[in-house]
């Protein structure tokens, strides 16, 4: 488990995914049989890994990322790295063999992405990206509405992410400096359009275009050290996508906001036949022989209580933390071979329509977005742009 001692590698990957499977006594296998799981925490920091280790209980820690990759009892790569340190850490795993699963984005640029794609599968080896979002039990109640066919037909997405992130002057920020500054990987794209492209693509159909805009709203803020910095990237993102189908959504990702909705994100969908809200949690929806009937006027003060007209939809079986969920997918895929679709072909996917996001930004325009899937893999974004034939890669 390598950048264990950051944000995302602590909390959720280590914490709340391995530790927690660990005591639950490891994954349970398609045959009813139980993998233990045991973590080698990697990290620049000798000291901190020592601390973390003695906290938790773990007797594996080390500074030394080549020895870990060369010694066959670690069996999966796990990188949770800042994303500029992430490719090169991931082509060392790759060579040395090791089943892979990662943060996103999996790269800084799509041609990097698409190259780890294609050197793990040339490889042969396992590879998975998380896809969090699409564990949330608000996601998967979506998920059972579209499957169920509540909504009819689709007409459009809209969401709604973001909080404000404070500055760091005159109250500390609640998140990496790194992420405010574009030469050290950060930005909202960056950050936020690899999610929305695995959200979109898996419930709802392929991203075909996007149009955004990117801004960076603050200026400069103040670092973990209180020094103030030029904050050179994107902190808020406004985006509308084309989906395969006919559907359109539009979602807002930003920093520089404050909530007055009941999530941190929160999509809308409407259909022909019903609408609903998810957010992290929760999930509201309408249907259409319950939908009011509000009429424009301006004179009047309007009588409905639109939030009252709205049903809870309940909870109906346990929700597990969605790291953690996923861990276990890929980790029976490791051992046992069942399914798990998220790839790095599917990360190099969010981090073209990061790419594409920006280049709208730049250039004001519209910009379609290839097909990339197993059978149909450009050689570059530039080959993926000019819409040369693709190459079949199995
Ligand atoms: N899935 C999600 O919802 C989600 C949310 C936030 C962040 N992320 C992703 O997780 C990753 C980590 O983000 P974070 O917020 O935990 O960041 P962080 O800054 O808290 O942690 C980064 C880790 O990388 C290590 N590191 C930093 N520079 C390094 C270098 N040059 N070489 C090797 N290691 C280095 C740090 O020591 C730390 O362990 C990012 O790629 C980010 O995009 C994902």
């Known amino acids: 488990m390598n950048g264990v001692s950051g944000r995302m590698g602590y909390r959720q990957h280590l914490v709340r995914s391995i530790l927690a499977i660990r005591d639950a006594g490891g994954v349970e296998l398609p045959d009813g049989t139980k993998v233990q799981v045991e973590p080698l925490l990697v990290g620049r920091s000798e000291a901190k890994l020592a601390e973390l280790a003695a906290k938790h209980g773990i007797e594996h820690y080390t500074t030394d990322l080549d020895a870990a990759l060369a010694d066959d009892r670690w069996h999966i790569y796990a990188d949770f790295l800042v994303t500029k340190a992430r490719a090169a850490a991931i082509k060392k795993a790759i060579a040395a063999g090791k089943a892979i699963y990662t943060e996103k984005p999996t790269a800084e640029s799509f041609d990097e992405a698409l190259e780890l794609a294609r050197l793990a599968t040339a490889a042969g080896i396992k590879n998975g990206v998380v896809h969090d979002k699409l564990y949330l039990p608000g996601l998967i109640k979506l998920r059972r509405l579209i499957d169920s066919g509540f909504f009819g037909r689709i007409l459009s997405v809209r969401g709604e992410f973001g909080y404000w992130v404070f500055e760091g002057d005159w109250h500390p920020s609640q998140r990496p400096s ?64 084309e989906l395969a189908g006919g559907i359109t959504a539009q979602i807002n990702s930003s920093w520089t906001t404050r909530v007055n909705r009941d999530e941190l994100v929160e999509f809308q969908v409407d259909g022909t036949h019903g609408s609903a809200v998810v957010g992290l949690f929760g999930c509201k929806i309408q249907p259409r022989n319950a939908t009011p009937k509000p009429v424009w006027n301006p004179d009047l003060r309007n009588e409905i209580d639109f939030d009252s007209t709205w049903v809870e939809v309940p909870d109906t079986e346990e929700s597990v933390n969605g790291f953690r969920a996923q861990w276990e997918e890929f980790i029976r895929h490791v051992i046992a071979n069942t399914e798990h679709r998220y790839d790095f072909l599917a990360g190099a996917r969010g981090m073209l329509l990061a790419e594409k996001g920006l280049e709208s930004h730049r250039t004001g325009a519209r910009i379609d977005l290839p097909e990339i899937s197993a059978d149909r893999v450009p050689d570059t974004a530039e080959g993926a742009e000019a819409g040369e034939p693709a190459r079949t890669e199995r």
């Open 178 to 241: 790194w992420n405010y500054r574009a030469e050290d990987g950060g930005g909202i794209v960056v950050d936020m359009f690899p999610h929305w492209n695995y959200v979109l693509e898996n419930l709802f159909g392929r991203v075909e275009s996007v149009y955004a805009r990117a801004v960076t709203e603050i200026p400069e803020r103040v670092d973990e050290a209180g020094e103030a910095y030029a904050a050179t990237a994107d902190d808020a993102a406004y985006g509308i996508f």
